[in-house]
């Protein structure tokens, strides 16, 4: 372990510290609304307010090790992320339809092997600099690498972290140098393999889901019914909203799984236009200075890695914020530091943990 | 380890940092899109959705108005609204299903298996719904439950109003019943704002009032949760009550009305028929009885199937009110018709008379009076005193049956009386016209000897017959029944008062009806009149008896009374008004089954202009000296010749009334 050297305090990122712990604060309060009810806290908000502790923990180690140490680990720690999913493959309990929960449903694998794939991608990109990446046949390994990880969950069936990890790998893309002409190649396929998808690989609910996106009236009681809830919860907090613990699609339950999935719908309907662009605007800077971070950073490998963190949050934030608004299909992908969900946020405080170590040791050799 | 690095001093010029822009710009643009869809949802559209988010969590739960009340004209309360008692469980809430309704069942009376019947199995949203157990719980089960109730989890008492008829069975068809709004009814004009499930009049006074004592609903907003369960309240409108509607009817009249028809023997079957009083001046209806009939307090909660199909099935159709919907002939009751029309044609001298050998002839067939020796020289008054059939057979006979029909239909008879009541008959008066119409032949004249006392086609209502002879007493006018006094609504402003109205005069000159009222005073008050049993103690009272034939006499010939089946009994008719001198009031009987009209209807009568004139105990029946009244049967003893075909009353002619 290195000294902890007087300039890492000097570098010490506050604005990354205050972007997270403001977003923190605010997902819990929202949390506190969407699950309160009862005497106490809920046992949700006991075991978030757990995992958020862990989380910081987790964060504070992530960050005293000088992230170029992590190349070396970046391997192993693939390795075990894979071993873990096939883990689950072979032991966990099928629930709701997937089998994606260790440790008597504590633990989400799928979630530590997104951190994992960010480490495993920025080591190969390091040495493999995406500006000589001008082929296709370039992004073969790097593919396979994603797609290993994805494959498995895609076996478990949990589509959403799947869609995720595949995103978050392709966070690099925009780095490489391969020619429009190529790219457009790449589209037809993807279309191709989207069709293939769509008639062969999607269970009919969740061909409903994707059309109650493009027609919430379809059956607005069955998958439609959490696009149209969510709607008229935005919807009724205006501009202003209808005031903290106020709502009455949350506090009177008919907003849909809004404690995990629909936690941003209570944001919106309790805080109004107001509230909820002060949280996008938030989570906009921390993505813009996690971009900051990785081009102030002093080598590729740290611009790698806080990519790939950036790409760890803003997939996830994106996919929730447009299937709660109802521009995208409701897929089970959880609002980082919003939703309810424990290995969703040490992972999450990890990443930031790490985006954190680039950030302090930029002017560090 | 660390060396091995290729740091890039200055990342600016790396080829990572050249890209970090364009990640830059995809966030932004992404972001970008997130607000103005915001923008959409909660700027342009958040009125929508706001609407949309209150139909999902507000229940509107509506208070239905108290029905106004109805009171007699001296203000005494008949029809009010009274809070029920229901008990209900929210089948989530109980915590012991089974120890939950046995308690119930022992405290309310009820069978637990009934409660659990109505409990069912609710499932899903249902269970926060409550579920009704037991309606109307009288005070001391409610006393029992409510003591109970912090130990019954999950059941929950509610209190909503319900009309009660304070009277019970009291002019029951006046005031009529209510029930819930049916599908027909609810597509007409009349219930354009009502709404399925309401509770409306649907006879009598309820339905001709409905409106004005509906009163105006109210409503309150509840808060639920996606569960449907009710967790507050926001806020709320209190119902208006209906107006306070007060009739005409005068509720002493009414009740000795009600009680002339109880057994005058204990254990006799009680009677059937009906009274009508109205007051000669105005058309005010005093007092209205149908019997048999039932208690509309049976309706107020929605009424048992088996009770209504009772009703509806019973032979003697309770439901009737044959005041108004009752078609009888109007038998010796007609005679006054018939001599004020001879008296108006210049066909009766008064000093001319006619001589009574018992039996009458035309052609082949012989007509008998009701007395079998005859009644000797009889003049027009005597005739009417006595009720002499043969002084009316020749009367009539020289009027011709479109001249009396033409008086009978100047006196309301083959009309509606236009009172303000549902199902009205009109009743029959017959013409030769109407004959050849009906049934393609021509009138014979042996028909007109029967109609000339009421017999034969003639089909009359006790209502008619009322307002025909309140116009011999009033001197001519024909008075619309009125059964309203004035509406009263809730803040006490007289709504309505209807006026007295007149339906038209008879064509009858006031000297010519002076003189049938001084015959028909004779018929009460004179020596050997056959309305002696109407007499009421210190008023001079006058009338007409009537009976008229049910079946032909085959079915009763050499019969003793007793021995005649109840259903070919001839019905007993007696209208009278009083004080003859001034008359007020008029009083029409009708007693089915009830023999002679002198014997069985004219003690109806008494009874309720007793009461009119506050005469207390009046004695049951006939002059206090004097001979004892003829029991004349009145029936014309027809020769039981061949074609002459049986009427019996209610017979199907009656839907060709109105000719």
């Known amino acids: ?365 | 380890m660390i060396g091995e690095h290729r740091a890039r001093l200055g990342g600016s010029d790396s080829t990572i940092a050249d890209r970090i822009p364009v990640l830059a710009a995809l966030i932004a643009l992404i972001f970008a899109v997130f607000g103005v869809r915001l923008f959409q949802l909660q700027f342009i559209q958040t009125d929508d959705l706001r609407r949309r988010s209150e139909r999902n969590y507000v229940r509107t739960l509506r208070l239905e108005a108290p029905r106004g009340d109805i009171l007699d004209r001296e203000g005494r309360t008949l029809a009010t609204t009274r809070p029920a008692f229901a008990v209900q469980v929210i089948p989530n809430d109980l915590r012991h299903p089974d120890l939950t309704l046995d308690a119930l069942s022992a405290l309310i009376d009820r069978d637990a298996g009934e409660l659990q019947t109505a409990l069912g199995t609710p499932r899903g949203r249902a269970r926060f719904q409550p579920v009704q157990l037991a309606a109307d719980l009288s005070y001391d089960q409610r006393a029992r439950l409510e003591s109970h109730l912090y130990a019954l989890t999950g059941v929950v008492t509610d209190v909503r109003p319900r009309r009660h008829y304070v009277e019970g069975e009291l002019a029951a068809h006046l005031l009529g019943s209510i029930g819930e709004i049916q599908r027909a009814q609810l597509e007409t004009r009349r219930f354009a704002d009502y709404r399925s499930g309401e509770v409306i009049g649907q006879s009598g006074v309820e339905s001709v009032m409905q409106s004005e004592l509906r009163g105006r609903a109210g409503g309150r907003n509840l808060v639920v949760n996606v569960a449907g369960r009710v967790e507050g309240m926001l806020d709320e409108i209190e119902p208006v009550p209906g107006g306070t509607v007060t009739l005409t009817l005068d509720l002493d009249m009414q009740r000795a009305a009600e009680a002339a028809f109880l057994p005058e023997v204990l254990g006799e079957p009680s009677r059937m028929g009906a009274v009508v009083a109205l007051d000669v001046r105005s058309g005010d209806v005093l007092a209205m009885v149908s019997k048999p009939s039932y208690d509309p307090n049976a309706f107020a909660g929605g009424i048992a199937a088996g009770t209504w199909r009772g009703l509806v099935e019973d032979e003697w159709r309770p439901l009737q009110n044959r005041v108004i919907a009752g078609n009888y002939p109007p038998g010796s009751t007609y005679k006054a018709f018939v001599a004020a029309a001879g008296l108006e044609e210049g066909l009766v001298d008064p000093a001319r008379k006619v001589f009574c050998p018992g039996t009458f002839r035309l052609g082949r067939r012989t007509y008998r009076c009701w007395k079998k020796g005859g009644h000797g020289p009889v003049d027009m008054h005597r005739a009417l005193v006595e009720s002499c059939d043969v002084y009316f057979y020749q009367l009539g006979l020289e009027l011709g049956i479109d001249r009396l029909a033409f008086f009978a239909r100047g006196f309301g008879l083959g009309r509606s009386t236009k009172i303000p009541l549902p199902n009205e008959q009109a009743g029959l008066v017959p013409t030769s016209a109407w004959k050849e119409r009906r049934f393609n032949e021509p009138w014979m004249l042996g028909e007109t000897v029967s109609a000339s006392i009421g017999q034969g086609f003639n089909l009359t209502t006790p209502l008619q017959l009322a307002v025909a002879y309140g116009a011999i007493a009033n001197g001519g006018t024909l008075l619309r029944p009125r059964l309203v006094l004035r509406v009263v609504d809730p803040d006490g402003q007289v709504t309505d008062a209807p006026p007295p109205e007149t339906l038209g005069s008879v064509p009858v000159a006031p000297e010519h009806l002076a003189r049938v009222r001084n015959a028909l005073e004779g018929v009460v008050q004179g020596p050997g009149g056959t309305g002696s049993r109407s007499r009421v103690p210190g008023v001079r009272v006058a009338g007409k008896s009537g009976t008229s034939q049910v079946v032909g006499l085959e079915h009763t010939e050499g019969l003793d009374d007793d021995e005649v089946q109840i259903r070919h009994r001839d019905h007993a008719w007696f209208v009278a008004y009083a004080p003859a001198e001034a008359p007020e009031v008029v009083v029409a009987a009708l007693v089915e089954h009830g023999g002679s009209g002198g014997a069985a209807a004219a003690p109806v009568v008494q009874r309720v202009l007793a009461a009119y004139f506050g005469v207390p105990d009046a004695p049951p029946a006939g002059p206090p000296a004097g001979p004892p009244p003829p029991a004349e049967p009145e029936v014309p003893e027809e020769s039981t010749s061949d074609d002459e075909a049986t009427r019996v009353a209610e017979a199907p002619g009656a839907d060709d009334a109105g000719d």
Request: hydrophobic residues 55%; contains cysteine.
């Open chain 1, 1 to 365: 372990m290195p000294a902890i050297d007087r300039r890492l305090i000097q570098n010490f990122d506050w604005t990354l510290l205050g972007l997270v712990a403001i977003l923190s604060c605010l997902g819990l309060v929202n949390l506190f609304s969407a699950t309160h009810g009862g005497e106490g806290l809920s046992g949700e908000m006991r075991r978030q307010l757990m995992a958020f502790g862990l989380g910081t923990l987790v964060a504070l180690v992530v960050t005293a090790v000088d992230y170029r140490h992590y190349e070396r680990l970046a391997l192993p720690v693939f390795a075990v992320a894979l071993g873990l999913l096939v883990l689950t493959l072979l032991i966990a309990p099928v629930t709701r339809g997937s089998q994606s929960w260790l440790f008597g449903g504590r633990v989400q694998p799928a979630e530590v092997s997104k951190l994992a794939l960010v480490l495993v991608l920025a080591r190969y990109f390091q040495r493999n600099p995406p500006g000589d990446v001008t082929r296709l046949r370039d992004l073969v390994v790097p593919g396979a690498i994603i797609a290993l990880p994805v494959g498995l969950i895609v076996a478990q069936r949990d589509m959403g972290v799947a869609l995720l990890t595949l995103l978050i790998g392709s966070t690099y893309l925009p780095l490489v140098r391969i020619p429009w002409r190529a790219w457009a190649g790449v589209a037809a396929l993807a279309l191709a393999a989207l069709a293939a998808l769509w008639s062969f690989g999607l269970a009919p609910y969740q061909k409903e889901r994707i059309l109650a996106v493009v027609d919430p009236g379809r059956d607005p009681l069955a998958s439609g019914y959490q696009v149209n809830q969510s709607r008229i919860a935005i919807g009724s907090g205006g501009l202003f909203g209808t005031g903290y613990m106020q709502g009455t699609q949350t506090q009177l339950r008919f907003l849909p799984t809004q404690h995990t999935d629909f936690a941003f719908s209570v944001v919106a309907e309790e805080w109004g236009f107001a509230g909820s662009c002060v949280v996008l605007g938030l989570y906009a800077t921390l993505l813009f200075w996690g971009l900051v971070v990785a081009r102030s950073s002093k080598d590729d490998f740290g611009a790698l890695l806080a990519i790939g963190v950036v790409g760890c949050l803003f997939w996830p934030a994106v996919l929730n914020v447009a299937m709660v608004l109802g521009l995208a299909p409701v897929i089970g992908v959880p609002l980082p530091l919003f939703s309810y969900g424990g290995s969703a946020m040490v992972i999450t405080l990890a990443a930031v943990g790490l985006l954190m170590n680039v950030s302090m040791r930029r002017y560090v050799f």
